[in-house]
């Protein structure tokens, strides 16, 4: 689709076509920091880290690191971060790192450590009549200009209250993770006002990237990183100047390949990608099987259809894409099913992000996924059976594991004890 057609204006207005100049200005006249934050040291993290920090003339690149331990891992370290191609590794140092420990949370709160540890008879009710609590290290208040989210969708939450004093208005937020409703999330529970809301710009990763340890990732899989600013609610000017500047910067990666696209466009492809994810991650995690297993099964060929047909027609329905051309055909079944089976033995060999989350007992996307096509159908009046049978037994096998893994864990609350776990409990 043509990027200005799409009600977003003179395309020559349009941030999309923006290039990253040497010192690009807000419109105060006042310099854009090209500081970048990162939050997430995962595959992706450390690929968009080393890809920017392999650019000439890079921009200042920080890693909020969560935990301690990995802080001083980092500082035991030589202080790269390496990504092997193709055979070769190459290792990129100049990076500042600071420690964003998340708090604890429970029933969607932030909790004390005692609390977490002790529960109150009723948590949720308990909980829900408390003031959110300060997080481990709310005393360092520099600003942060751009922040780069790599952290899994259910992490986001904690992630980002770590750092919340840090954040405002001025702020740019680049959102680079799988599902669908984590900004609606963000608002809801972090910047609940538009006035003082950061500008959030979001990517769809096709990139193959696996961690091969703390610091450590391989790219095994060129792709690309789509991406598109989401226009500022209530605001004249839709699209800040340092949220363009960004993009430029990001675009400027030859390794990233980051191609911006309008809101219209980024919303399919996000859902295509969604549609992709909830047949193949929890098919392969019910399964326990690489991506390739659930090619030439007649019988998982019936239950991808099974989840396609509801998939299919909640995104049919959806108001957002109402005045779209093609959505029907783009989203019909077959389309979606031809698309599946495509990425699925593309990346025949691969251990789904899902499945692998399952496998260590940690909790997974499936609420961003299959989760969120249950909630949008109950808007827009479908009732999601099949998608709402394999979110709970995803859940209900990510938990059988993670019990049987804490039976195996001696439970020593030291001095200077900090919870392995951060995240929320589903
Ligand atoms: C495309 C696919 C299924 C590749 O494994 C993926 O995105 C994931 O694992 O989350």
Redesign the pocket.
């Given at each position: 689709m043509d990027e200005g057609s799409d009600g977003q204006g003179n395309p020559s207005d349009n941030p999309l076509h923006k290039r990253d100049s040497p010192s690009p200005q807000d419109r105060s006249g006042s310099r854009i920091s090209k500081k970048i934050h990162i939050i997430g040291t995962g595959s992706i993290g450390k690929l968009v880290a080393h890809s920017l920090r392999s650019l000439p003339n890079p921009p200042p690149v920080t890693l909020l690191l969560h935990k301690g331990d990995n802080k001083d891992a980092w500082d035991a370290s030589n202080r790269t971060i390496s990504i092997t191609t193709n055979g070769i590794t190459v290792s990129r140092s100049g990076f500042d790192v600071e420690l964003a420990r998340t708090g604890w949370r429970s029933h969607g709160k932030q909790v004390s450590l005692d609390e977490w540890i002790h529960p109150p008879p009723d948590p949720g009710a308990a909980l829900a009549k408390q003031p959110s609590r300060p997080v481990p290290d709310a005393d360092n208040t520099d600003p942060i200009a751009n922040l780069i989210v790599t952290v899994k969708a259910p992490q986001t939450i904690a992630a980002l209250e770590a750092v919340r004093q840090r954040l405002g208005p001025l702020t740019t937020i680049c959102f680079l993770q799988?599902g669908m409703g984590i900004v609606d999330e963000v608002n809801k529970e972090i910047f609940p006002d538009p006035e003082t809301r950061p500008q959030y710009l979001a990517g769809i990763i096709?990139h193959?990237v696996t961690s091969d340890g703390l610091f450590t990732a391989t790219h095994a899989g060129q792709g690309s990183i789509s991406m598109c600013i989401i226009p500022r609610e209530g605001k004249e000017d839709k699209y800040s100047a340092s949220a363009a500047a960004l993009l430029a910067i990001l675009r400027r990666s030859p390794t990233l390949t980051v191609m911006g696209i309008t809101p219209t466009e980024f919303l399919q492809v996000q859902l295509e990608?969604l549609a992709?994810?909830a047949i193949?991650?929890p098919l392969?995690s019910l399964i326990d099987a690489n991506?390739g297993a659930i090619l030439n099964n007649n019988h998982l060929t019936r239950a991808i259809r099974l989840l396609l047909g509801e998939i299919s027609l909640v995104i049919s329905l959806l108001p957002e894409l109402k005045d779209v051309p093609n959505v029907k055909r783009r989203f019909s079944t077959q389309r979606l099913e031809w698309m599946v089976t495509n990425?699925?033995r593309g990346?025949a060999a691969?251990?789904?992000?899902?499945?692998?989350d399952v496998r260590q007992g940690k909790q997974t996307?499936i609420n961003y996924i299959n989760g969120y096509i249950c909630r949008r159908g109950e808007e827009v009046g479908v009732t999601c059976f099949m998608n709402y049978l394999v979110t709970q037994l995803v859940k209900g096998k990510q938990h059988v594991i993670d019990a049987e893994h804490s039976e195996e864990l001696p439970l020593a609350f030291t001095k200077n004890f900090e919870a392995p776990w951060t995240l929320s409990k589903q």
């Open positions: 799988n096709t193959g990608k992709a994810n193949i991650n392969t991506n990425l699925a990346t691969n251990v789904s992000s899902m499945l692998a996307e």
